[in-house]
């Protein structure tokens, strides 16, 4: 990944676990950024940021919970507005809680799943189980998953947590806590359902319908309404109401189930509230460094933006920096539409290269010089800040709990070689353990990561252990199920080959393998690898496949289970498929005749299950 995709993505797993870092006018900030200077990144494809930090266990979910594309001001919906069908359209307030998706079987409820990443999700029935609103049985004998989200609502904060940060993050803390302790001051609100048998999920009307029939609590919602009213609407919402929420959601009234299940729906929107706005001044700019990256952000006057005082801002990176104009006692616009750091949207008087970029590393003193991302980088290998980044991605692809900002201290300041560290857990070795980073933590991550080190692992998975900068175990599990060594003899033609990977991921990927060749070779000796069986290790090959329309007797998510291995499943159409599975073949729809002319092969699914 890049290091805007890098730090989008820990933006959106901190949300995802209940710890906002930035605002959300930020985070939708750097999307846009991302938009523009990468249109093609795979993140703006998929859900970004997952739940799933310290899971160890993760479950499929039974359907895709992606997230929306938004409009973040007026006129980005306007134009939404006039290039989207909107004649039959829902809009419903967007719910801002935590994630969580319900499946019952014969209308009782079977099992909970967090949203996960969107696609994997924690297992939490026993704690779902105990909030306000979750019917244990619905009086219709409904199969399939419901889509809502755990809230907290402001009265029930202000009354048992006058302490707390916010009820959002209250709400995320409370649904992980492993008593399940104040669960029951939490509320469900519903607004979406999968049904497996086709009868319930036909609009977005007749599924809020039912849920509220079934006992759910719902959101406002409209139907048709005018632009001009959604406008009304949204300026109307007050940021600390009852129910949280951060903005509408325009969706089509008819469902179209293979659009809702891209992880980014085309044809739905998020409507969010306009953002306010305060003018102060920088008094200094300051360089954090994270890793081996400088991120620089201004201190500035204490200024009230949403009902809290702000006294820093985010200044992105010596790129946006020189956009800007900005410098050490300039005017300055800042923004706020969430709850943490605000941005700089304008410099009142601006001067260019008015401001100084770091060129010694504070810690080790090395040289550093400013990425194209325009982000200034320490360039020495053994700088104690990237050993220490090195270690976090080390015990975050092996969940090792323990391993705290102290306790990486203590490793950044030693400059242990993960080389060094590993050679001393398998050899049951606790000199440097207990000398620099001792204590009941300290013995923690030294008994996980010898589990760690005595159990099989994948090549994807010890790959990720790296600092790699557009890989994380999820893309490298794209590249099949291969041993290392099949992974460290792959050739560019090869790599360009397999779904997800183009030319600067290959490349990348190339680079990466021959920069560390060495270090592979030695730290792999520490590691069990898991070996493949014949049907594992098939090649990728594998013809494509699509599914559209309803399947009966088994969900998107099951028939995709039972492609793998056989057929590489597709979320979209396109020139390149080759199989396009549906009901009838012989329908006639523009979508099918399309297909075939480009040379798709039509396929029934009773034909489909037979290849099985």
Known sequence: MTELELEIKKYADAYYQGNELISDSDYDALIAKLKKEQPNSEL?????????????TKYKLDATMGTLEKCNTDEEMAEWWSKHPHSDVVAELKIDGNGQLLTYKNGRLAYVRSRGDGEYGDDTTTNVSKVQGIPMELKADFNGSIRGEVVMFRSTFEKHFPDGKNPRNMAAGIIKRLDGADCDKLNFIAYDLFDNDNKYDVSEQSKLSFLKECGFQIPRFEVNPSLAK????????????????DGIVIKQNKVNKEDLMRHTPLNNVAYKPNCQSAVTTVRKIVWQLRGKYFGPVAEVDPVELEGTTVSRASLANVNIMNELGVYEGAEVIMTKHGLIIPQVDKVLHPKRGAFEVPTVCPVCGGEVQVNDSGIPVCLTPTCPKKVGHRYRRLFNVFDVKGAGEAFLKNLEEISLPVEEFLK????????VLNKYAGGINGEKVYAQMRDALSKPIT???FLATFDLKLFDEKKLNQLGNK??????????????????????TA???????DSYSVEIEALRRYFIFKELTEEEALPMDLPSVCFTGACPGHSRNELTEMAKGKYLVKDAVTKELDILVCADPNSG???????AKNGTRLMSYEDFLATL
């Open 230 to 245: 959604l406008k009304e609407w949204k300026d109307s919402l007050e940021p600390n109401g009852e129910i949280p929420c």
């Open 424 to 431: 001393m857990c398998a050899g049951d070795d606790r000199t």
């Open 589 to 595: 729809s523009s979508k099918l005749q399309k297909a």
């Open 507 to 513: 490349n990348a990927l190339l680079e990466f393998l």
């Open 459 to 461: 090549a994807a998975q």
């Open 483 to 504: 041993t290392l060594d099949d992974i460290l003899s792959l050739k560019y033609s090869e790599i360009v080959a397999i779904d997800g990977f183009a030319d600067t």
């Open 44 to 56: 703006l494809g998929n859900v970004i940021g997952s739940d799933l930090k310290g899971v160890s």
